[in-house]
């Protein structure tokens, strides 16, 4: 695993897939670094990672599923996931794409494909991140002030919140919003279970309680290194990170970059072309 230069995303781009990657990217106000291992080392798997940014680079989104089955099948899921992403790609509010791609997989369920997924959407004037959790495990945020790691979850659910069941469960499925402020120094960690479900040296999994113990004592002033870091720590052995599932990982922070003028200019024309890119695809 080697880590690469970060790659500058570009307006109105959608980056990502269902195959082996390792990749720094960066948008205005995200360090964004993505990597994922399919299992039994094949280059495409059940795991679909997408990053987007918008017209003026305001809104990065961030799209991390587990979808079942593998090949041909996740590869078309993988295509669909990105056509909503680009859809979707300058509104603020995620509700439409969340609850798009529960459409189109309660549509695909009649084949058995169903996914677990996070989506989160960060708006860079008020670094405010919102994620909507479709039965996905929770991820974790290192939170600057505090110095400690935690699950990002709601800490006290109320009754009535939705069930955010998998993608393609149910049709009429509400999924509700986690929104949390990102601070200077502030890390967030995705995940899919696949890295939870790791065999460790004494025979147990992980887990997530093992997950927020082994992030805790890791080094983390280079974001960059992070994850190849937790990779070594938890599957020291290169075979044991392919051996049982799929394991894809995004690790999150802001960054000091602005909106420039150029951009803020363009923006208009850009969704006018994208738009008009949507109707011809």
């Not at 790791?198 to 147990?204: A, L, M, V």
């Amino acid at each position: 695993m080697q880590t690469q230069a970060p790659e500058r995303m570009q307006c109105m781009e959608v980056w990502g897939g269902n195959r082996a990657v390792d990749r720094t990217l960066t948008t205005t106000g995200l360090d964004v670094s993505v990597h994922s291992s399919p299992h039994a080392n094949s280059q495409s798997g059940g795991d679909v990672c997408y990053v987007s940014s918008c017209a003026s680079g305001r809104i990065t989104r961030i799209l991390l599923a587990d979808v079942s089955g593998h090949g041909d099948a996740v590869a078309d899921r993988a295509v669909i996931l990105r056509q909503l992403m680009r859809r979707n790609i300058n509104r603020i509010d995620q509700s439409s794409l969340v609850n798009s791609i529960n459409q189109e997989f309660v549509v695909a369920s009649t084949q058995g494909h169903f996914a677990t997924a996070l989506i989160g959407t960060f708006f860079y004037p008020t670094g405010m991140l919102t994620l909507s959790n479709a039965g996905h495990p929770h991820p974790l945020i290192y939170q600057h002030k505090t110095g400690r790691w935690r699950e990002l979850k709601a800490e006290e659910p109320e009754p009535t919140e939705a069930c955010n069941f998998p993608l393609g469960i149910e049709a009429d499925e509400s999924y509700s919003d986690l929104r949390t402020r990102l601070n200077p120094g502030d890390l967030v960690l995705a995940f899919t279970d696949g890295l939870i479900e790791i065999e460790q040296p004494n025979g147990q999994l992980l887990g997530a309680d093992g997950l927020l113990q082994v992030v805790s004592r890791l080094e983390h002033s280079d974001p960059n290194r992070f994850i190849e870091s937790l990779i070594q720590e938890i599957a020291p052995r290169k075979d044991a990170l392919n051996t049982g599932d799929d394991v894809s990982i995004i690790l999150f922070q802001t960054n000091t970059e602005s909106v420039s003028l150029r951009d803020n200019l363009l923006s208009p024309f850009r969704v006018v072309a994208g738009f008009f890119h949507q109707g011809t695809a």
